[in-house]
């Protein structure tokens, strides 16, 4: 490893959106994913792929560097046995050695599945014994005591490898090996049998099973989508037609690389375009991570975008009269070219000129506070995002692309173009598969080679998901435009009838309190019920600031919740978004989440959503309340 540096260029004209557009032009040959790492690292050399920042320097990986130790962990996984086919499972955070244990894997021919760091010891017995693990990558001695716990009950595991090995010195367990160890097994190997690794590579299939993508399991058990190489190679090509990158670029690496959006989005397509992968230090470092890299396309899920806003909302009310002023006429500038943009009308010299001044004055500051002022466009995904929020980040010159899709079409199937943004929109359908709106209900059906093999041991959900003419049932229902956008309207099982008989779109009304700063999460209620109330959890640091400035004494987290003043503060965000609906769609009434959540929690899913029937189940008595 060496420490490295170098920075990609700049972004071009701010408003030249011409210029994100689809590209055919990176070619990296092999029709299976371990084949197409291995001839993007010969094609590549000793550029660099991957940084992290270890001890406060950050320290690079180039292809050479990270093709070496690939080939030890494969050399050492066939050196304790591991065969083609077999599944190796990776219990960590967003680290290298994730990339480098998944591409190890997959080229000694195996099934590479991931496990969320959050999971607990319960959920990785049950991940482990549905996917048939024999290797369990984890992360370190917190990952490791999930491991031990369950291991007596998965009788198929062989072996567990251990990233981080500090605080396990003492360690001595016959099946439990550190990473450094598994290595140096390899390297002998690897010398006494000179070509197995190449012929592995070699014997992998385009239609061979090459990693499984666990469901978060929001209504039940989480399932094992199955996506082939052929699929995941397909789908990585096509990638660029939609969000294209070179090696000019640099990505932020901090999502879930067991969740297909960082997997797809991160890891693998940055290996077919030689695109920078930049490790962040761990998830609560995200923040400051991103102003260090500053990624010229960065990939975040909404929450992310609604905490970034937050935050700059907060520092502005802290600003001096002056700053507040300065930046109230930059963002109307800003979001007076916006509007041009969004309606595809010219943009005058004279407003071009002002939106100079404007980003000097304030915006090029908001930008650098983010981290995204080298940023040529910012992707956001897997969930709904307020249009308002879409708007705000193009009035600060950086245009935001929602995709659209889910772990069984491989991540994306539909994406907004950079050159006709429709805020609420997820776009056109991606030129890799078909995309319509079933007539009778109104789902949103997928069709293409990125439509995965279907769920692991599963054949009767199967095929309640793909239909017998190969279309994808997504479980979302949507519209779509005469310029071939479709727009989600909500999920099919979510849509509310209240008792007057009135449908209503409660993702509408859920995006609209999540773009307030002090709203993380909501979910409206109303089914069945004369009229709407809704569950909110707040956003925890920004409500706490807003205690602090207003003498509001609070001792822990409940007691904050249970102030007057805070559900004030949270009854005027919802008088503020109900003046924008009309009197049917209202909501009524509403309660917050006593209890500060994370990830461990079952109320939230592993991607940090609140899962809408759990919640409603567990509060009921509270809900009831509300319609007493």
Known sequence: ??????????????????????????????????????????????????????????????????????????????AIGFAPHECASILSNTVIEWVLCDLAVLSCGGVSNGIYPTDAASQVHYLCEDSRTTVLFVEDDEQLDKALEVRAALPLLRKIVVFDMEGLRDLHDADVISLDALRALGRDHNKAHPQELEQRVAACRPDDLAILVYTSGTTGKPKGAMHSHRGLVYTTRGYNTLVAQDEQDE????????????????????????????????PETVPENVREIAPTVFTAVPRVWEKFYSGVMIALKEASRVQQAAYAWSIGVGTEIADRVLAGQPIGAALRFKFRIAR????????????????????????????????????????????????????????????????????????????????????????????????????????????????????????????????????????IITAGGKNITPSELENELKFSPYITDAVVIGDARPYLTVIVMIDQENVEKFAQDHDVPFSNYQSLTRTQQVQDLIQAELDRVNAKFARVEQIKKFFLLETQLSAEDEELTPTMKLKRKLVQAKYAERIDAMYA
């Open 1 to 78: 490893m060496t420490q490295n540096t170098t920075h990609a260029k700049a972004p071009a004209g701010l408003w030249d959106l011409g210029r994100i557009q689809s590209r055919t032009d990176i070619v990296v040959p092999g029709e299976t994913m371990a084949a197409m790492f291995w001839n993007a690292a010969r094609l590549r050399g000793d550029t660099v792929w991957m940084r992290q920042k270890k001890l406060g320097i950050w320290r690079s990986w180039s292809w050479k560097q990270t093709a070496d130790a690939v080939a030890e962990i494969a050399g050492g996984l066939m």
């Open 360 to 495: 000097w004055l304030a915006l090029d500051n908001v930008r650098k506070l983010i981290g995204i002022h080298r940023a040529r466009f910012l992707v956001t995904g897997a969930a709904p995002i307020s249009p308002e929020l879409v708007k705000w980040y193009l009035a600060l010159g950086v245009p935001m692309l929602e995709v659209w899709g889910m772990t069984e079409s491989c991540g994306a199937a539909t994406g907004v173009p950079a050159a006709r943004i429709k805020p609420g929109a997820i776009g056109p359908a991606a030129a890799y598969n078909e995309v319509r709106i079933d007539p009778a209900t109104g789902e949103i059906l997928v069709r293409g080679t990125n439509v995965f093999m279907g769920y692991l041991n599963l054949p009767e959900k199967t095929a309640e998901t793909i239909d017998a003419d190969g279309w994808l049932h997504t479980g979302d229902v949507g519209t779509v435009d005469a310029d071939g956008y479709f727009r989600i309207t909500d999920r099919m099982k979510d849509i």
């Open 251 to 282: 990505r932020m690496c901090f999502l879930p690389l067991c969740h297909i959006a960082e997997r797809m989005g991160g890891e693998y397509f940055a290996m077919y375009t030689g695109s920078i992968l930049n490790f962040v230090e761990n």
